[in-house]
């Protein structure tokens, strides 16, 4: 079975400095990565994926996010946060071995204060 | 914007009645899926569907059901709502590629009183 932990459930931030939401995931296989946004009342909006290649991946709004393999890490990072970042944060994996379906992370709470 | 719609977005119901939630995507996605989220956000996979006449139980039980008689519409059932089953519930497509990520409607808020 296919799992995703979001150690904290929420993490604060000044405006200005930078931000990291951590992933850590398990998996059989190769896994592929995903983060998710999500404002109030709304669906979840796609924000970056790994799928293999280059373990820094570039997405929407200034989000970037770090594959490491040996860590099963798939941590979420903004150089200098916005108020208007402050959202639900979810990550998800999804492998082969685990019939692909998008298993999802329990979610981090971010409040960035001006 | 993604081309996934759930309609009604707010529903407050009786006990006992029977509701269904739509979902239709345009993209011509093969997989969907719902999920329940809890009001302290989890999200947890009750139904998909891996396309026509393909459904399957989620990681989550559910006292919901599925139908997928066309590709772009994917409704879920309750036969008679219960106070338990207020929740927010996501409606999602993806295409057949495993590396594609998926897209998700609005959702729709269910109370059941």
């Known amino acids: 079975a296919q799992s995703v932990a979001q150690p904290e459930d929420q993490v604060n931030v000044a405006e200005g400095n930078p931000l990291t939401v951590k992933c850590t995931y398990s998996?059989?296989?190769?896994?592929?990565l995903f983060w998710y946004v999500q404002y109030p009342n709304r669906g979840l909006q796609f924000l970056l994926k790994?799928?293999?290649?280059?373990?820094l991946v570039k997405g929407s709004y200034g989000f970037e996010a770090e594959f490491n393999k040996s860590q099963t890490s798939f941590h979420l990072k903004k150089p200098s946060a916005l108020v208007s970042d402050s959202a639900l944060y979810f990550c998800?994996?999804?492998?082969?071995?685990?019939?692909?379906?998008?298993?999802f992370g329990g979610g981090t709470r971010v409040l960035v204060k001006p | 914007e993604a081309d996934i719609y759930q309609t009604p977005r707010y529903l407050v119901i009786g006990t006992g009645k029977k509701i269904t939630l739509e979902c239709s995507q345009t993209?011509?996605?093969?997989?969907m899926y719902w999920y329940q989220q809890d009001p302290g956000m989890e999200l947890h996979l009750i139904h998909y569907?891996?396309?026509?006449?393909?459904?399957e139980k989620g990681d989550l039980s559910s006292e919901s059901t599925v139908s997928r008689i066309r590709t772009e519409h994917f409704p879920l059932t309750l036969e008679s709502a219960r106070p338990s089953h207020t929740s927010q519930y996501l409606c999602?497509?993806?295409?057949?590629?495993?590396?594609?990520?998926?897209?998700f409607g609005q959702g729709t808020r269910l109370t059941v009183v």
């Open positions: 999602a497509s993806s295409a057949m590629d495993r590396n594609t990520e998926a897209f």
């Open positions: 998996v059989s296989g190769n896994p592929y």
């Open positions: 790994y799928i293999t290649g280059d373990n």
């Open positions: 998800a994996v999804r492998a082969k071995a685990a019939g692909n379906k998008l298993t």
């Open positions: 993209m011509g996605h093969d997989k």
């Open positions: 569907s891996y396309g026509v006449n393909s459904t």
